[in-house]
């Protein structure tokens, strides 16, 4: 399916792809950017070339999916001149634009004043149904994917869960690339329309802990769910000094288990030692 203009075929011709929300597109732009020589790419609130944010402000940053959306297809008047701005002083003529629907990629091609759409792709054109359904598992689980290397992220998103996530690609004509891209646990997973009592968090915390042999006792738990970010903290009575090599473990664990079972980011967890059995 294409839409040509005049304009758009001379100046700038604009590819998007599309498709439903944790399908893998964030994922799948990078080959597909490499297939069509396109250098940039319109994603997530953000404008990429060649693996770097060269403007815009990730949807991911934003502290409810509300936010997220409205960010996403360029809403907000600042956000969207400073990528006008940016779109206009470059000399591009090519373009890949993501989106949920074509209808959201035709409202962010009429925000930033694109042009015409040249080309539409739909993700079940380009990945199998296996890539697509292990991509819906991975959204489940609260994981995001920006089409950005994961030193670029660290730059721009901090208290954010990120990891690197390296594709080996061949392309049409034989050229072997390495794509990078970066999964991120955005901070709206924990802040939309659901509610998790701290006594869930608790009784988390407290199975977690009691698989470690080494603490005899949990005094106290407290939770902090301050601009964003989770901040636990433990009372233990341990039973003896082997606990020390136990609790970084156990640490990584609760971790594991509260952002698993809640999709709630952890930022940090301390132990606090109160006594000491047998000394």
């Known amino acids: 399916m294409k839409t040509i ?11 998007v792809l599309i498709g439903k929300s944790g399908t893998g597109k964030s994922y799948k732009s990078l080959e597909l950017a490499c297939e069509n020589n396109i250098d940039y ?28 959306v ?44 694109l042009g015409n759409i040249y080309e539409i792709i739909d993700i079940n054109d380009i990945s199998t149904d296996y890539e697509i359904r292990k991509a819906i598992e991975s959204r489940k689980k609260g994981n995001h994917i920006i089409p950005v290397p994961t030193v670029e992220i660290k730059k721009r998103i901090n208290g954010l869960r990120i990891n690197p996530l390296r594709r080996f690609f061949m ?46 006792r949990i005094n106290r738990i407290s939770i902090d769910n301050s601009n964003g970010k989770i901040k636990i903290k433990v009372s233990v009575n341990i039973r003896n000094l082997d606990a020390f090599g136990s609790l970084k473990n156990t640490q990584h ?11 709630i980011n952890v930022d940090r967890i301390d132990f606090y030692i109160n006594k000491i059995k047998d000394k």
Do not use: W
Not at 49 to 64: L, M
């Open 5 to 15: 203009s005049k304009k758009a075929a001379i100046l700038l011709k604009i590819y």
């Open 41 to 68: 790419i319109i994603d997530d609130g953000l404008l990429i070339y060649k693996g770097q944010i060269i403007a815009g402000v990730s949807a991911k940053q934003s502290q409810t999916k509300m936010e997220a």
């Open 70 to 113: 409205r960010r996403a297809v360029f809403s907000d008047i600042n956000h969207r001149e400073s990528v006008k701005k940016k779109i206009n002083d470059l000399d591009i003529n090519r373009i890949l634009v993501l989106g949920t629907s074509l209808k959201m990629v035709k409202k962010i091609c009429a925000a930033l004043e």
């Open 171 to 216: 392309t049409s004509n034989k050229e072997a690339k390495i794509l990078e891209k970066t999964v991120i646990r955005p901070a709206f997973s924990y802040m939309g329309k659901f509610y998790i009592a701290p006594e869930v968090l608790n009784q988390i915390i407290k199975y977690t802990i009691s698989k470690d042999t080494h603490i005899s």
């Open 253 to 263: 664990n609760i971790k594991r288990n509260v952002e698993e079972m809640t999709l």
